[in-house]
């Protein structure tokens, strides 16, 4: 039986804080996740909450972690990514990086006629225009074919569209499973790739 690997994944792309831990120290399968509603408090409570499922003595012992890299909130999102990214390069060790499309794209598939061509998610910003990112899932498994990027509200995207929806309760769960299945095969997920997706600027116009 192969050992259990202390891992952890953070989701903070949307108003709700997400956490998934795989513990090889409990006995229900090792898997722990909570989901907070911090909204702009998160930079004074995303340590605690971590700490809440997985005790900082133990960040230590860590040998993999992942993180949704957006699109999303500015601050959220940049916290847990910078986070990700401190804790792999002190402590060594993968971190793999997933747009928070591309984790929710398996779910969203389910509203389109069974099909393996690619679909468009979109998600409107109000005078901003549209952010949209193109996959296809076959199996379960997603193809991001087209990181998100912002468009132009009256961009045509063609027949395969379905909006954005959040449920991070499911997506950092999804995240998780990733992670472990990407350290099973001995992908490397080196950490200087991952980098945060700010299809807006905070500042100035777009």
Known sequence: MSRTPLLLALHSTSQDFGVA????????HGVLKMVFPDGRGLSNSLISRIDALLDKERW????GLAVATG??????????????????????????GVSSYALMAARLACQLPPASE????????????????????????????????????????????VMAEDDVDKDVARLLQLLRDA????????????????????????
């Open 21 to 28: 831990v795989l513990d090889p120290l409990r006995c229900d």
């Open 71 to 96: 699109p999303g909130g500015f601050t959220g999102t940049r916290l847990s990514v910078v986070l990700a990214r401190s804790l792999a390069q002190q402590l060594g060790c993968p971190l793999l």
């Open 60 to 63: 230590m012992g860590l040998e």
């Open 118 to 161: 690619p679909f468009w998610i979109r998600r409107d910003l109000p005078r901003r225009g549209q952010v949209v990112g193109c996959y296809r899932v076959q199996a379960d498994q997603v193809e991001e074919l087209e990181r998100p990027q912002l468009q132009a509200s009256d961009c045509s995207l063609g027949p395969r569209v």
């Open 183 to 206: 350290l099973a095969r001995g992908e490397h997920c080196p950490w200087q790739s991952v980098l945060p997706i700010y299809p807006t600027s905070p500042v100035g116009p777009v």
